[in-house]
């Protein structure tokens, strides 16, 4: 996987959005690239299990927007899905958990931070639906490229 986020950004300005540096990455991939596939999710996390856990990840980014309260919505079992479905990367613009198991999954795992517990009662997610965050807007179909330097979109493959 042969970019630099830094590179993008010079040699295609007027392409490229970028995230803030709020986000860190949990996982232990440490360089990432992919289609984005959105979920909007209302604290519990079983749409994105669907996801995760049923289709095939391969070039795959899952970009996870949450309500802004205090729940985790992935974690061990949710990367352990992802990795076994060749996902490269999950962006939640939320918390997440299990930080110890997870450090050693091949995956990208980008969240606002952490927190020890999750939402239990099952409520609704929607997918495939414009998400805003960061001053950035996701679709389905966007690209995203994310190194140690930071995480880019773009609205078409660049690379």
Request: glycine share 8%.
């Amino acid at each position: 996987m042969e970019f630099f986020t830094a590179d993008i950004c010079d040699e295609h300005p007027e392409l490229v959005h970028v995230l803030d540096d709020d986000f860190k990455n949990y996982g232990a991939k440490t360089k990432c690239m992919g289609e984005v596939v959105t979920v909007k999710l209302e604290r519990n996390n079983s749409e994105l299990i669907k996801i995760l856990r049923d289709e095939d990840g391969t070039g795959k980014v899952v970009v996870v927007d949450v309500d802004k309260e205090y729940f985790a919505v992935v974690g061990e079992n949710l990367m352990k899905f992802a990795v076994g479905n060749n996902y490269e990367a999950i962006i939640v613009n939320g918390y997440i958990r299990d930080t110890f198991q997870i450090k050693d999954i091949d995956v990208a795992l980008f969240a606002l931070g952490t927190c020890p517990r999750k939402y239990i009662p099952v409520t609704q997610g929607q997918r495939n639906v414009e998400l805003s965050f960061c001053g950035v807007q996701f679709n389905d179909g966007d690209y995203v490229y994310a190194d140690t330097d930071g995480i880019i979109l773009t609205k078409e493959k660049i690379v």
